[in-house]
Nanobody
Framework: EVQLVESGGGLVQAGGSLRLSCAASGFTFDDYAIGWFRQAPGKAREGVSCISSSDGSTYYADSVKGRFTISSDNAKNTVYLQMNSLKPEDTAVYYC??????????????????WGKGTLVTVSS
């Protein structure tokens, strides 16, 4: 059974940093793409960042480029999202997702097969 467990969310002031973690199990980690998505109240889901566990290629939404960094520790089956220079508009529930397909740009736009339960990030102004 595929399981994705997010952690690291919380309340932070604008300009601050948080690191989200996604612990994965139940599948061959190296064969999957892992992504971070977010959804703010009343807004559509957004693909924030994705990484290919096999070759390390990455995707970032324009809204987070230069501020967020995705990384993968294949030995720990864990993906991280380092979020710096946070803005109030980054406030959302952040979800980790996984998919056996490899086109991370398409996956970021249309979503993945497996989802975690999410972790709330709140950025105060």
């Amino acid at each position: 059974e595929v399981q994705l467990v997010e952690s690291g969310g919380g309340l932070v002031q604008a300009g601050g940093s948080l690191r989200l973690s996604c612990a994965a199990s139940g599948f061959t980690f190296d064969d999957y793409a892992i992504g971070w998505f977010r959804q703010a109240p009343g807004k559509a889901r957004e693909g924030v960042s994705c990484i290919s566990s096999s070759d390390g290629s990455t995707y970032y939404a324009d809204s987070v480029k230069g501020r967020f960094t995705i990384s993968s520790d294949n030995a720990k089956n864990t993906v991280y999202l380092q979020m710096n220079s946070l803005k109030p508009e980054d406030t959302a529930v952040y979800y980790c997702a996984a998919d056996p397909r490899s086109d991370i740009v398409t996956l970021a736009l249309f979503g993945m097969d497996y989802w975690g339960k999410g972790t709330l990030v709140t950025v105060s102004s």
